[in-house]
């Protein structure tokens, strides 16, 4: 259903390009861009979560990049954006990791038995965007629908957990290396609304509890972007 939504979405900005292109009288800039550079706050919900495993905190992310604007019309208002970017992801949950040897070990633990457990990334971003927007040369306030994908690589990676008696963290390796999803972007003005969907789990395959239950936890992430230029 998401992947047929994706594509109705994808098609609608298509048509509504060539037809503002198609536009009389109009005056075109073959070197207008826009919105290049783009920041982000967002918060973090964990999906397909156990029935004991429980989100605690305000997971939280912060995005920042450089977005390549591909104009494909003459209007300059439908294209692409190609782009590279940064972003660091906090996750809080109810799931403490440790390390016992050269594996981690993943329990659930109850409200008395930590203050604080989370897991934490920082990642170079790569979002391929297809973009319609109602921009001209003269406006500065304007719609957008920017929808796409976005590829990470998590260059670190790590977990914490803080009780009564001990403050640990330690690099994770069972975090992702690379992470996908799909994006969406819509707005007016200064204020947009931006989503991301996982496609891929959290953790690794094979990543289980100590109960042996397997951990798949996926991410969608809702908040807010700006563009500048």
Known sequence: ??????????????????????QDGAVFDEKYLEDQFYLGLGFNF???????VNQRSLSYNFQLGFIK???LN?????????GIGYATNSYYSNIGASEVGDIVVYEVLT?????????????????LELRWRTSTLQSY??????????????FSGRSRLVTDEVRNGFSNPDIQDLQYGLTLSFGYNTWNIHAYYALNPLLKDG?????NETIDLRVLRI???FYIL
């Not at 259903?1 to 198609?22: E, H, P, R, S």
């Not at 990543?207 to 109960?211: A, Q």
């Open 1 to 22: 259903m998401k992947n047929y939504l994706l594509v109705i979405l994808l098609l609608l900005c298509f048509l509504l390009g060539n037809a503002q292109d198609t």
């Open 46 to 52: 964990l999906l397909d979560r156990s029935e004991d």
């Open 69 to 71: 604007d591909i104009p």
């Open 74 to 82: 003459s209007r300059r208002n439908f294209g692409l954006g190609l």
């Open 111 to 127: 409200s008395d038995q930590f203050k604080r457990s989370k897991l934490e990334t920082h990642t170079v971003e790569f979002p």
């Open 141 to 154: 306030k304007f719609w957008r629908i920017y929808a796409g994908a976005k590829l990470g690589y998590v």
């Open 207 to 211: 990543t289980v509890l100590d109960n």
């Open 223 to 225: 908040g807010v972007i």
